[in-house]
């Protein structure tokens, strides 16, 4: 059809809806519509709410549209992962389980990748890597990005598929190409190391970078690496720097040790014993030492270290809890549940306190959920000299 048709077409349906004495002029030009344009989809209620942190009204209303349509693997996957991950509701691995199976078998891909990770950590069904490995090749086939990661994985490992980096090689690039970083960081040491595939540093850098970028810290350890060593990409050292703080101040020990040498031996950076006692003492803290670094602080004054040291017990993550901010205790007609509150905020549950008065509805909703699992499916009964024969394909 050619544009100027197309803008007929859609002009004659707006006229049509306008015309006086039809009746059915409005329901014409829906028609009209949407065989030009295709049928509008139904605006997702349950998932606008659940978009905006409404969570018990997108569990209400996914259950609701679970409870008219059986079939609805959205609703049914929205409501298991309410429940997995406890928003607005108490958190139960064994119900977000069930909701995430009938999902699957309704033919939803997430649905099957979340309930793959279940099987595989034992959460709320018995471990059973056999199985999750099933899922994961289901959703895979479907397109789904970290199921095909997983398949990858499963390749290498050899034990729930057949042995094969090159099959591997060939779903990491897949995943990788749909900018999952795990991927391109994996997809990226294969390429340089030539397992399962070429060896192609300067390709291996690059995916090694695109997984950097997006915040994979250790992919941003090993890139400051290729970078200050120029292996795969034109020696930056300075970059390399950048990169290794950037993964340091994110909480990985290699990068906090290996930026701690550099600051003290004041290599392409200017020299900072104090700042790289610090670090030093970070990667400490989770397990790393390295005698390297020691040797490069060994003859810094003892106060330098000791300035050092204290930043380090300060630094972000061991900030103390801040005491409860006044004025956050909602009203309420009910003593015992104000009395529970106050309680709660004393110890400084501020989350917990304010959950108190929306528990008595979520556990209203999540006995619906339950019973609804148990319920059998709705029979449509056919309307008088209807047929109930399958329509012709």
């Not at 990788?176 to 391109?184: E, S, V, Y």
């Not at 917990?352 to 449509?380: F, W, Y």
Request: glycine share 8%.
């Amino acid at each position: 059809m050619s544009v100027s048709r197309l803008r007929f077409v859609v002009i004659a349906a707006i006229l049509i809806a306008c015309l006086p004495g039809t009746a059915n002029a409005a329901s014409d030009a829906e028609v009209i519509s949407d065989n030009v344009l295709g049928p509008r989809l139904p605006v997702d209620l349950a998932f606008g709410a659940f978009q905006r942190g409404q969570y018990l009204t997108a569990l209400s209303l996914a259950l609701d549209r679970v409870a008219a349509d059986r079939n609805d693997a959205a609703a049914e996957t929205l409501i298991a992962r309410i429940y997995e991950e406890g928003l607005g509701v108490p958190q139960n691995y064994e119900l977000a389980a069930s909701w995430y199976k009938i999902a699957a078998d309704n033919g939803d891909p997430n649905a099957a990748f979340a309930l793959a990770v279940l099987y595989q950590n034992g959460r709320g069904i018995p471990r059973n890597r056999e199985q999750a490995a099933e899922l994961f090749k289901q959703a895979a086939a479907k397109g789904h990005v970290e199921a095909m990661y997983n398949v990858a994985l499963l390749y290498v490992e050899g034990r729930y598929a057949e042995p094969s980096l090159t099959k591997a090689a060939e779903l990491m690039k897949k995943a990788a190409d749909l900018n999952l970083p795990q991927a391109q960081y994996d997809y990226g040491t294969m390429l340089m190391q030539g397992a399962g595939t070429f060896p192609d540093a300067e390709e291996g850098a690059r995916q090694i970078g695109l997984a950097a970028q997006n915040g994979l810290t250790a992919a941003e350890v090993d890139y400051a690496t290729l970078l200050y060593l120029g292996h795969g990409v034109k020696k930056d050292r300075i970059a390399a720097i950048t990169w290794y703080r950037r993964a340091a101040n994110l909480g990985n020990a290699v990068a906090q040790n290996r930026l701690a040498k550099l600051l003290a031996a004041g290599e392409n950076v200017e020299q900072d014993p104090e700042t790289a006692a610090m670090y030093r003492a970070l990667a400490r803290r989770q397990g790393l030492n390295d005698t390297q670094t020691d040797d490069l602080l060994a003859n810094v004054p003892s106060d330098i270290i000791a300035r050092g040291e204290e930043r380090a017990r300060y630094w972000p993550g061991d900030v103390p809890t801040q005491g409860a901010a006044p004025g956050l205790l909602p009203s309420s007609d009910d003593d015992s549940m104000h009395e529970a509150m106050q309680q709660l905020i004393d110890q400084g549950m501020i989350d917990e306190a304010l959950m108190l008065p929306v528990q008595s509805e979520a556990h209203s909703i999540t006995d619906q959920a339950t019973e609804l699992l148990s319920a059998p499916p709705p029979i449509d009964t056919p309307a008088d000299g209807e047929s109930t024969a399958p329509a012709s394909p």
